[in-house]
């Protein structure tokens, strides 16, 4: 069962501002609200970009994802899931073949070590079966809350974190819905204020629709607020530079 959200009605919550505004956790929420509309008019099938057929497929090409485009991971992938189909064909591969593979991904010695270890934890722990809880994914190796909630989410259908990427971290300060957390790499603390700030049956669409708005829109070097549709409800518009 999904994690019951964080109540968002508590007083503290209520008294809390943010960065950027002096807004009550009231205002700041109904104005979410508009963003999510925002989102849902720009992207209305935001879904995962990275190729995948079963969850298995969707738990490696996000560990391989970590510091690289989703777009690289899916010219590594149709080959990668052709050689290892199984959770225990990755158990038992070989380091040497793994890594020459999945070497145009970054990282790839460490990320070869985290999908060996995460077949083997499969098939030791877990009967050779993806874990449908935070607490079982969590346990596999090079597995953060980012990647569960992405399995959680987009496999899986459960409401039970919200994805903080790099866009995401970046976007949540932009648009002033974190304030607890100083920079847009303090993925707990965003990822909290988030789960409080929408509803629970909006996370992963919203996680889905942010990464989208951040590539296409609000990227990271020139956010394009003069076409922003968001920008009416975004306090960093025009103000980026
Ligand atoms: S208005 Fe500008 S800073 Fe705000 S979300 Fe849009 S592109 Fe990003």
Redesign the pocket.
Known sequence: MAKKPKTNKTKKAANRVGPKTRESFDVRRKRAAKITRGLRRLYPDADCALQHRSALNLLVSTILSAQCTDDRVNMVTPALFKRYKTVSDFARADKAELEDMIRSTGFFRNKTKNIIGTGRVLTERFGGKIPDTMDGLVQLPGVSRKTANVVLGTWFKKNEGFVVDTHIGR?AH??ALTWQSRDDKDAVKIEQDLMEVFPQKDWTYLGHALIW?GRK??NARK???DR?T??DN?P??HK?D
């Open positions: 976007l932009r648009l708005h829109v609000c956010p394009a607020c922003c968001l920008a975004c960093s518009a980026c």
